[in-house]
């Protein structure tokens, strides 16, 4: 399925939930307006519906992430329902990796291809105001039990707050050195309910890894994944860096996303407020066909591209990251 601006969507984002174990700043909303109630989120019997009627519309690819996927019950389980479709390729989950060392094995067992998990420094006391709730050792324990179980490739999503430093470069040069792991940095998108204080910049990041005027060092497609990081890789490094750009270098001519938000909406466009309520209509008896339309009326409303790096300013967001599921 292409939308009108010629770009194949195939990947769907799914939210399991907008809860999270964690509370970082840039990402959940302010106190008091959280959760959504237990009957306002999708079952995994719904969420399995929709996926079979989007996948004969053209979704082939999945990502659950939140919120934090892992904090939902019988989520080993319900990969393994969507494994047993036996029509999606690849299913991978972006996590904070705190909950997985008692799930990675069965997780891989159960279909789950890959993870990406989240880790903005290696400093324990920034970790903790970051997340404000987290461990790192946590998140640590969860990157090894994701390599152990072979949830591979693992990549790490390094946000770019005043939180990195350079001691975390040279961990992370380290890291890649030697293990198979991709680190991306992510511009932070100002859709958090605080401001968040602003640290390198990426021109910042690739010069202190000694990145600056090169090229990219392999093409985007050697490293597998969906996402619209552009890689680097050293000769003998194990791993390779990636950097997420939606401010200063904007990748939406090659989006081929849709999400859909914990509470049944699908959202064309993460930089959007527009979303379309499918939830109602697949509780009021809607047909396979109906959910198909509202598939294709999102996909008719994916914007060309967004607007956060106008000169206009920020839209102002209805939602938090976590309530939009990341
Ligand atoms: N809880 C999981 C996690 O932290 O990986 C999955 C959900 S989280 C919303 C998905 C990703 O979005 C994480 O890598 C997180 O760092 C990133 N994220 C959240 N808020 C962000 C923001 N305002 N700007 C940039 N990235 C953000
Ligand atoms: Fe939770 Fe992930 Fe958001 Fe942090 S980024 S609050 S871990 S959902």
């Known amino acids: 399925m292409r939308d009108g601006h010629n770009r194949q969507i195939n990947y769907l984002r799914l939210s399991l939930t907008d809860r999270c174990n964690f509370r970082c700043v840039y990402c959940v909303p302010p106190q008091g307006k959280e959760w959504l109630e237990h009957s306002e989120i999708l079952t995994y019997e719904e969420m399995l519906r929709l996926i ?6 053209g979704i082939t690819k999945i990502r659950l992430t939140g919120g934090e996927p892992l904090v939902r019950k019988g989520v080993v389980e319900f990969v393994a329902a969507i494994k047993a479709l036996g029509v999606i390729e690849d299913i991978s989950m972006t996590t904070n990796g705190s909950l997985l060392p008692p799930l990675a094995n069965r997780l891989k067992t159960a279909g789950l291809n890959r993870v990406n998990i989240s880790l903005d420094t290696i400093n324990s006391a920034n970790f903790t105001q970051i997340t404000t709730c987290g461990r790192l050792d946590d998140t640590l324990s969860g990157i090894k039990s994701a390599l152990k179980a072979g949830l591979t490739p693992v990549k790490l999503n390094v946000v770019l707050t005043e939180a990195l430093t350079e001691s975390d470069l040279t961990y992370f040069t380290e890291l890649v050195y030697h293990q198979p792991i991709s680190v991306r940095f992510i511009e932070y998108m100002p859709i958090g309910n ?13 010069k202190l890894l000694g990145l600056a005027g090169r090229e990219m060092l392999i093409p985007a497609s050697v490293i597998q994944g969906d996402g619209p990081a552009k890689y680097y890789r050293f000769p003998k490094y194990q791993g390779s860096f ?5 401010i200063s270098e904007h990748f939406c001519e090659a989006c081929n ?17 527009t979303e379309v309520d499918i939830k109602t209509p697949l509780r009021n008896g809607a047909s396979d066909n109906d959910l198909t339309e509202l598939f294709f009326t999102a996909i008719r409303e994916k914007p060309e591209g967004h607007s956060l790096c106008r000169a206009s300013g920020y839209p102002a967001f209805e939602r938090s990251m976590s309530q939009i599921g990341g």
């Open 257 to 273: 996303r849709l999400r859909l938000t914990a509470d049944g909406h699908l959202r064309p466009c993460l930089l959007s407020n």
């Open 194 to 206: 605080q401001p968040v204080q602003r640290g390198m910049d990426v021109a910042m990041v690739k």
């Open 52 to 57: 079979k009627v989007f996948n004969k519309a």
């Open 242 to 246: 990636g950097f997420i750009t939606p």
